[in-house]
């Protein structure tokens, strides 16, 4: 079965000194502000790609869900599926790319808006280059959700927007949004499940 459902109903300098400054290893992170530059309707669309992370995690996957959008209409989504398939390519943001590009042109993607429940990963983020996606938005930032797993903030993170900045500066990256709803969706999944730092 696929990773898709049917649909129903930073600056980076604050982020990282909130993080590294307020929160210390162990304890639950507290979700951060909203990104001022968010909409309602990027609010919207993001409790859909929280939908879909929800949706991973009873059905072979990690929290993660991602929500591509053009014109206000959701034209492809996708939720993780790494642990059901094998595959540790299949992130919400990298596997929607891949099932989607052979049926979505490059400038249909150009033209939309990614919504990704939590802040995408390198290899993430080489794959929304590559598609030429100009707009993202993401949930919850990548050092709080790690913390939720037990891993300690690197104290040089690389996060989405520099990752971008450097190698895509015209792509947009909006967020955290909604933080607190996708960190208590991390928080539910984490405790019960392994995660092999080495991805084993």
Not at 57 to 64: N, R
Not at 169 to 175: E, I, K, M, N, S
Request: proline letters at 8%.
């Amino acid at each position: 079965m696929q990773a898709m459902i049917p649909r129903s109903a930073r600056s980076i300098a604050f982020v990282n000194a909130a993080l590294l400054s307020v929160l210390a290893f162990g304890q639950a992170p507290a979700a951060l502000p909203d990104d001022p530059a968010c909409t309602p309707t990027d609010r919207k669309f993001m409790e859909r790609a929280y939908e879909l992370a929800r949706y991973a995690t009873t059905h072979g996957g990690a929290p993660f869900g991602a929500v591509l959008v053009k014109d206000g209409v959701v034209i492809a989504e996708y939720s993780n599926c790494e642990i059901s398939t094998g595959d540790v390519t299949k992130h919400a943001e990298t596997g929607l790319i891949s099932t989607f590009s052979p049926k979505i042109s490059r400038a249909t993607f150009g033209a939309a808006t990614l919504y990704t429940s939590s802040e995408p990963c390198t290899m993430c983020c080489g794959s929304i280059r590559f598609a030429g996606i100009k707009k993202v938005v993401y949930g919850t930032t990548e050092v709080q959700f790690l913390r939720v797993m037990g891993i300690p903030p690197d104290p040089n993170p690389l996060n989405a927007r520099e990752v971008f900045a450097r190698t895509a500066p015209a792509t947009q990256v909006l967020g955290p949004l909604m933080e607190e709803e996708g960190l208590v969706i991390h928080k539910a999944y984490w405790p019960s499940h392994k995660f092999a730092p080495d991805g084993t």
